[in-house]
């Protein structure tokens, strides 16, 4: 089983039973809104694509709200995060899709963070705020960067507005002796030729 963790797992599962039992058109309306946005919400873009393409057209028209959902999903599927953080915080969820969306917004977050300290040794301030999809709001941008200095390490230099990203530190995996692994392929090799 994979480490990622999958988060409203639990809800999608019984969502999805509930859609193959089969329900009345307006809670197959809620029902799929519900289910999209915890497929976008765990970047699982394939399903939330299936799953768009599943819902037949009269629901998605009777359904605006499937529609908001799935511009979203466009968004990510091409890699317009600023949009997607646009969507998101623009957008007036229900309350029965808003926690999902408040989810997916600090998923795609942490996941950028995640993507700034492996690939930057120093970044600018604006890209900072356009990657973590704060472009246009500088203060929470900075709240951010507060946190990271107090908690990760991360450096900032006011004068030239440079922000300097702790790198994480790799996993320790641990390495095979050579007999080891070449006892091991030994094995694989007679296993594959019995």
């Not at 519900?34 to 497929?39: A, C, E, F, K």
């Not at 979203?72 to 599927?77: A, H, I, M, S």
Request: hydrophobic share 40%.
């Amino acid at each position: 089983m994979s480490s990622k963790i999958v988060l409203f797992e639990s809800t999608a599962q019984e969502l999805e039973k509930q859609e193959l039992e089969g329900a009345n058109d307006l809670a197959l309306g809620d029902l799929h809104c519900q289910l999209l946005s915890i497929y976008l919400c765990n970047l699982d873009l394939c399903n939330a694509k299936f799953l768009w393409k599943r819902i037949s057209n009269e629901e998605k028209t009777s359904v605006p709200l499937l529609g908001q959902i799935w511009e979203v999903g466009q968004k990510l599927w091409l890699k317009e995060h600023n949009a997607v953080f646009r969507l998101i915080r623009t957008t007036k969820w229900p309350p029965s899709i808003e926690p999902y969306m408040t989810s997916l917004e600090e998923n795609l977050r942490q996941k950028s963070l995640q993507l700034i300290g492996k690939a930057y040794l120093s970044i600018t301030s604006t890209t900072f705020a356009d990657l973590v999809g704060y472009v246009d709001y500088p203060e929470d941008a900075e709240k951010l960067l507060a946190k990271l200095q107090a908690e990760q390490g991360w450096t900032c230099d006011p004068a030239s507005q440079l922000i300097i990203p702790k790198r994480p530190t790799p996993a320790n995996i641990p390495l095979m002796r050579n007999e080891d692994q070449l006892q091991s392929l030994t094995q694989f090799v007679s296993f594959l030729e019995n």
